[in-house]
């Protein structure tokens, strides 16, 4: 049963998952805003076995603020950046929030990086924690709560 899903602007990619997100969050860093053009990333957790992908799409790879590697996965036609994953935290994938169809139901609980949060980013209450940093240990201790709904 489909649970979620969605694709890039012109719909060259498109995805789907059975699943609820692991983790929603908001990413404040430095990266995120340059590649994104905006002034955070909002995105979905998953285990990469649980996002059926079809369609063709780049892979833009370059070094984080954490120093380590990520991959930004983006559709070749539209440009739409829809997915990043991390050596950090192997088998994870943060699928872009705006990329889903019902992307409005989502809201993050944590952020990273909040020393590079524009000031005038309130939160309206759905923030559980912050992080000057990465925040990774932290990240992996939501994952492993939310594994539950794993099958």
Not at 30 to 47: F, M, Q, V
Not at 81 to 109: A, Q, S, W
Not at 111 to 122: A, H, M, P, T, V
Request: hydrophobic share 30%; with cysteine; charged share 25%.
């Amino acid at each position: 049963m489909i649970k979620h899903q969605g694709g890039c602007y012109c719909g060259n990619i498109r995805f789907q998952t059975e699943y609820d997100p692991m983790l929603v969050m908001n990413c404040h860093c430095r990266t995120c805003k340059k590649l994104g053009g905006a002034t955070l990333s909002t995105s979905a957790s998953y285990n990469v076995s649980e996002v059926e992908i079809t369609g063709n799409y780049k892979t833009f790879t370059y070094k984080g603020d954490s120093g380590n590697n990520l991959y930004s996965d983006f559709c070749s036609n539209c440009g739409c950046k829809l997915f990043t994953r991390v050596d950090l935290i192997e088998g994870i994938v943060y699928v872009h929030l705006g990329v889903f169809d019902d992307h409005d139901i989502f809201k993050p609980k944590v952020e990273i990086w909040d020393e590079y949060k524009c000031s005038w980013i309130k939160d309206d209450g759905c923030i559980q924690e912050s992080f000057p940093d990465n925040g990774t240990l932290e990240r992996i201790q939501q994952f492993l709560e939310n594994m539950d709904q794993r099958e």
